[in-house]
């Protein structure tokens, strides 16, 4: 089917046709009334994935973790978090997963451990424990920390231990130390841990913040820019040793399996985006990036502005012609660090929500790269409201907070901008039926507040319903496994300029594909002239038909012509 591609562009790959549904195991189904979903609960829903359409499944994080950063500060590598279940219940999904012919990707946060990992416990004790090179220790200045490197998620990313007296550095939270990658113990360690995973079965891996690992030994103050900012995630990415380490870790580890692998590319702009990617360097499937998820905010006061469409576009096509026959791309509108899609690049009022989140659905499934669909996301789940800061349970958010009440900022502005930032939106627990707790949990208490639109939006009804987003998100994924087009066309964009339309074109051997969206509320001419030898192949209006004459698209309207 692929015979008059490019070579590059036609070896033929499972990852490359699939999609990756992504779950959040403590937001999906809880099995035992604890108020925490579990893996029991995710095999029980099986079925309804499987329904879907859904043929493989990145989980985050499962193993060993006080949670601190909810299973992102890991304990053990090699085990399974008590309140998600045992080595058993995996075994079972696995097997389970297995006979419906899915595929599973871990979550591997190699970057940094839990300071509750054995590995640190021992570091910390003394200078000369032999666990002391596993992570990275320095000598303060002058009662201050070694340098002004900040942490993503609280002040210094230096945390002062006691017993040595010294600090050590971590670019998450004070619980979350980050590994010496210099060290080959821990190399190897990790490389132990992919091992064990592999051997059980599991088909790949998604690496948590993978461009970070390797530090810049000379650990200098990083300079402000004009604005007396630090860009600490430029210094931080892309380290002097990071190919060298992926190289070695395809060598040691990923080329003996069928694995497929996604680096969560952070730090990395278009212009590295090759180097962790294109096959003959041996490193990483594919990554992804941030680019187009940083339109939309404000820097100075990290407020939600509306999305600018024209610069959204840029990054996709930048992001494609930096890839092209290069490497192999993904694409996402959400997980479990971003609000929900709907509410931030549709439009949740109840008259638009989910034409809306059809016509994401639409974009999702037909970019040239890998989709990646968030749990829920096909119910067209929206952000929730938060009452109060109490109501969160993200880390970060809470830090956040605490800096605020120290320099006296308004509690108000916060609760507003994390009512649209926040990473909590996401992790709401999975809406499955209309009854109380929305069938996430019997307990009475879920660990995060459920939505309380659960009555009208949920699994149960979508499923129902012919014209929910569910049936679109099922349909729109049939239509890309059935036109390969969609897979391994090429991409152009077809009015890079418009301020409200998204209209591209996929061209793949005799076939060509045109995707018409609108992302505003209004009326939109498109310029582009149908005529009724173009076959509709998806389209979230039920009475759209191409007319001879220029395509008008209705409000948030989405349409796929081929010819
Ligand atoms: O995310 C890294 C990352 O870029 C986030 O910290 C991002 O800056 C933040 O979510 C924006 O609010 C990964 C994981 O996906 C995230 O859940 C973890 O908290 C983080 O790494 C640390 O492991
Ligand atoms: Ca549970």
């Not at 916060?414 to 930032?421: G, H, P, Q």
């Not at 897979?487 to 996929?506: V, W």
Request: aromatic fraction near 14%.
């Amino acid at each position: 089917m692929t015979d008059n591609l490019p070579k590059s562009q036609s070896d033929q790959s499972w990852w490359k046709e699939t999609f990756i549904y992504q779950i959040y195991p403590r937001s999906f189904k809880d099995s035992n009334g604890d108020g925490i979903g579990d893996l029991n609960g995710i095999t029980q829903s099986l079925d309804y994935l499987q329904e879907l359409g859904v043929e493989t499944i990145w989980l985050s994080p499962i193993y060993k973790s006080p949670n601190d950063d909810n299973g992102y500060d890991v304990a053990d590598y090699c085990a399974i978090m008590e309140e998600f279940g045992t080595m058993e219940d995996f075994d079972r999904l696995l097997a389970e997963m297995k006979k419906r012919n899915m595929k599973m990707v871990l979550d591997l946060v190699f970057n940094h451990s839990s300071d509750d990992h054995q590995w640190f416990q021992e570091a910390r004790k003394s200078k000369d424990n032999p666990y002391r090179d596993y992570y990275i220790f320095k000598e303060g200045k002058d009662g201050n920390p070694p340098n002004n490197w900040l942490s993503f998620f609280e002040g210094s990313a230096w945390e002062y231990n006691e017993a040595t007296d010294d600090y050590y550095l971590h670019y998450f939270t004070r619980r979350q130390p980050d590994l010496n990658w210099e060290n080959p113990k821990v190399r190897e360690g990790l490389y132990e841990a992919m091992r064990f995973w592999l051997d059980k079965g599991v088909n790949g891996f998604r690496f948590d913040v993978i461009p970070l690992i390797s530090k810049d030994l000379s650990y200098p103050d990083i300079p402000a820019d004009e604005n007396g900012r630090l860009d600490f995630v430029r210094h931080y990415a892309n380290g002097p040793r990071v190919h060298e380490f992926l190289q070695e870790m395809y060598e040691k580890v990923l080329k003996h399996y069928d694995c497929y692998t996604v680096g969560e590319g952070i730090g990395i702009s278009t212009r590295e985006a090759a180097d962790y990617v294109a096959p003959e360097r041996k490193e990483l499937d594919s990554i992804y990036h941030f680019d187009h998820m940083v339109l939309d905010r404000d820097w100075e006061t990290g407020k939600a502005t509306p999305l600018p469409l024209v610069q959204f576009k840029a990054v996709i096509r930048e992001w494609d012609e930096a890839l092209i026959n290069k490497g192999w791309n993904t694409f996402y509108l959400g997980n479990h660090d971003q609000p929900r899609a709907v509410s931030r690049f549709g439009n949740d009022s109840p008259a638009y929500r989910a034409l809306s989140a059809k016509m994401l659905m639409t974009m999702l499934f037909t970019q040239k790269a890998i989709p990646y669909l968030y749990q829920g996301d096909e119910l067209g789940m929206t952000n929730t409201h938060f009452e109060s800061v109490e109501e969160f349970d993200d880390v970060h958010v809470h830090n956040m907070y605490k800096d605020l009440k120290a320099q006296g900022g308004s509690e108000q502005a916060f609760l507003e901008r994390m009512n649209t930032n926040s990473r909590d939106h996401a992790r709401t627990p999975f809406l499955w039926n209309a009854e109380k707790q929305a069938g996430f949990t019997e307990g009475e208490r879920p660990w995060i507040k459920i939505n309380p639109n659960h009555k009208e939006i949920n699994a149960e009804s979508c499923q129902k319903n012919q014209n929910s987003v569910w049936h679109f998100t099922k349909e729109m994924i049939k239509v890309r496994k059935e036109n390969p087009g969609l897979i391994y066309g090429d991409y152009e964009d077809l009015a890079p300029e418009h301020p409200s339309l998204f209209l591209y074109k996929r061209a793949h051997g005799k076939e060509t594909y045109l995707v018409l969206l609108n992302f505003s509320d209004q009326e939109q001419p498109t310029r582009i002239n149908a005529s009724s030898d173009m076959q509709v192949i998806i389209a979230n209006y039920e009475d759209h038909t191409p007319k001879d004459g220029e395509t008008i698209l209705r409000p948030y309207e989405s349409v796929i012509y081929k010819f």
